[in-house]
């Protein structure tokens, strides 16, 4: 079964200690991504990854750092995080019907 | 700019009636593809269903279809029969067209309540 597997699922830290948000996907492919979902925002793109060694910003990428080190992972760092950055993130991979993508279930961040 | 607009913040809708959420979209390329997600108050985004801007027919998986008006640039997502689990968020997304990658433009999404 594909999966996206994301953790920790909930996570209370305090402001600035650096912390990562692991995501891990077992169908190989290409395309990755995070986002933040925040009330009356939506969700919105962090970062993405095309393929290994290859990450680009998303719409929101100030304060987040990430890596793909390997196809299967795609960590999301917080050197330093803030209040702000207190959200609900999720990780997602295409490779559904003409690019959907799916997605992790999702951690839970409270930065105070 | 590409843009999708869900104009719906929230909807009752008694069990067993079909639900009919909107979304319009704004593009200017030829190729562009629609998608609908569910998300339940788990937390969990579900994938539902896609439209391609050049598919001939709308799409259609078990309940959920699609209807998709070109000219007009609306999806709209038709559950039939709801369901006490069709109560979620619900948003539309688009993917734009051959340089955009996987990237997905969101709409704000549609509260579903289902009533028994």
């Known amino acids: 079964e594909a999966q996206v597997t994301q953790n920790p699922r909930y996570l209370i830290t305090v402001t600035g200690k650096k912390l990562t948000v692991t995501c891990s996907q077992n169908?190989?492919?290409?395309?990755m991504s995070w986002y933040r979902q925040d009330p009356g925002l939506g969700l919105r793109q962090i970062y993405y990854?095309?393929?290994?060694?290859?990450?680009d910003k998303g719409d929101v990428p100030e304060g987040y750092k990430v890596s793909r080190k390997e196809k299967r992972n795609f960590p999301l760092i917080l050197e330093s995080p803030s209040p702000n950055q207190t959200s609900l993130y999720f990780c997602?991979?295409?490779?559904?019907?003409?690019?959907?993508?799916?997605f992790g279930p999702g951690t839970r961040l409270l930065v105070l | 700019a590409q843009k999708i607009t869900q104009t719906q913040p929230g909807m009752f809708v008694q069990e067993k009636e079909a639900v009919t959420l909107d979304c319009t979209y704004d593009?200017?390329?030829?190729?562009?593809?629609l998608f609908w997600y569910k998300q339940p108050s788990s937390g969990e985004m579900i994938f539902l269903i896609y439209?391609?801007?050049?598919d001939q027919q709308n799409a259609t998986e078990g309940r959920y279809s699609l209807n998709f008006q070109k000219a007009r640039k609306s999806a709209n997502l038709v559950i039939s029969a709801s369901q006490l689990g069709d109560s979620a968020m619900y948003f539309c997304?688009?993917?734009?067209?051959?340089?955009?990658?996987?990237?997905?433009?969101w709409g704000a999404g549609t509260k579903l309540i289902i009533k028994p």
């Open positions: 997602a991979r295409a490779g559904g019907p003409r690019g959907a993508q799916y």
């Open positions: 169908m190989n492919h290409e395309y």
């Open positions: 990854s095309m393929n290994v060694e290859v990450t």
């Open positions: 593009t200017s390329d030829p190729s562009y593809g």
């Open positions: 439209q391609g801007s050049y």
């Open positions: 997304a688009m993917r734009g067209g051959m340089d955009s990658n996987y990237q997905l433009i």
